[in-house]
């Protein structure tokens, strides 16, 4: 069921506005209590920079979504949602973590306590949020060259910044010298889908 159809004619909810990014929902300015955040979006963007972006404008989130791998939930719990409640959930259910959430009230599901208990026990790299995006897109098998142009950083930049990566996922003892490593810190820090758990 779609959120315009669930929340119609609810006597305490309201949708507001509706975008296919962030970006584009801060834009329209409207006066909201609760973003319903997919992990998806048309952009390609990452759950935690979302978040990220979204709570600096005052805005608390509860995640709507589908059948997303655990990496991507995972990432978005890190980030400091509300919680997580699934696209397919009773209407009645998705109301009540709607109108929970709106209150400040965490919602705890199944979904958020998988990707909690899921979350693998390792040193955080302290990774800065640029260099996030450079990982995400480099370990996903993007050439450098091709990075800087997605990010708007230059090739010398973007080599740069692997290499401190390199150097701050060797500090906690998680080695990142080839590209082959870079993927697997990034699948385990939930910033990639590993392929030992295709979707559904």
């Given at each position: 069921m779609?959120?315009?159809?669930?929340?119609?004619?609810?006597?305490?909810?309201?949708?507001?506005?509706?975008?296919?990014?962030?970006?584009?929902?801060?834009?329209?300015?409207?006066?909201?209590?609760?973003?319903?955040l997919d992990l998806r979006l048309s952009d390609g963007s990452l759950p935690h920079a979302n978040v990220a972006e979204l709570q600096q404008a005052g805005?608390?989130?509860?995640?709507?979504?589908?059948?997303?791998?655990?990496?991507?939930?995972?990432?978005?719990?890190?980030?400091?949602?509300?919680?997580?409640v699934r696209k397919t959930a009773p209407s009645a259910h998705v109301v009540a973590a709607i109108l929970d959430a709106a209150e400040g009230?965490?919602?705890?599901?199944?979904?958020?306590?998988?990707?909690?208990?899921?979350?693998?026990?390792?040193?955080?790299?302290?990774?800065?949020?640029?260099?996030?995006?450079?990982?995400?897109?480099y370990a996903s098998g993007e050439k450098a060259e091709r990075v800087a142009r997605l990010t708007g950083l230059s090739a010398h930049t973007v080599n740069d910044y692997l290499g401190r990566i390199r150097a701050k996922y060797a500090s906690v003892g998680r080695s990142a010298r080839t590209k082959t490593e870079l993927y697997q810190r990034a699948v385990e820090?939930?910033?990639?889908p590993g392929p030992e758990h295709p979707g559904p």
């Open positions: 779609g959120v315009w159809a669930l929340l119609a004619g609810h006597p305490r909810l309201e949708l507001s506005a509706t975008a296919s990014t962030v970006a584009g929902l801060l834009e329209q300015d409207a006066a909201l209590d609760l973003v319903l805005l608390p989130v509860l995640v709507f979504t589908g059948a997303e791998r655990s990496s991507l939930v995972r990432l978005a719990v890190k980030a400091g949602v509300l919680g997580v009230r965490a919602v705890m599901t199944t979904e958020w306590a998988a990707a909690v208990d899921g979350d693998p026990d390792l040193p955080d790299a302290g990774l800065s949020e640029r260099q996030l995006e450079v990982l995400a897109l820090d939930g910033l990639l």
